[in-house]
């Protein structure tokens, strides 16, 4: 019995877990140059494929690989997996020269860097962010 209670404990709390972090929001500060971005653009920024955005060279930050939020970004967002995305981003870099993404440890680590520069965009659980200021949500 006790062992039934314990497993559903854990099922419980990794649902929670679940729920809680359903909601991720792309964020930047509040001098980035535009208020909003649709999804596509995202992707875009995430794969490269949009460097500039009026003027500005946006630099967009990840987060390490074995996150909760890495995955669930890459999946409704890029739609990716994490191999996938790797992968794609070894042959950008060799054929094309360019960038990936800066990751970043935590939510706390993306949300300092927007803070302290005006290109770039990461993102976070939406409850990261509540009380931050100098953060706009994009998405």
Known sequence: MKRIIIGLLIILLSYTDSLAGDRIVIIA???????????????E????????IDNIRIQSLDQRDSSLI????????????????????????????VTPPTVKDSSEEVIRAIKEKKN???????????N???VKILY
């Open 29 to 43: 500060s509040h001098s980035f140059p535009k208020d909003s971005l649709k999804p596509s653009q995202i992707k």
């Open 132 to 134: 931050i200021k100098d």
């Open 70 to 97: 890495k995955k669930d970004f890459l999946e409704k967002f890029i739609d990716f997996s994490i191999g996938d995305y790797k992968l794609y981003w070894i042959k950008k870099v060799f054929k094309e020269g």
């Open 45 to 52: 920024i995430y794969l490269g494929k949009i460097e500039i």
């Open 120 to 130: 770039y965009i990461g993102y976070v659980w939406e409850e990261e962010i509540k």
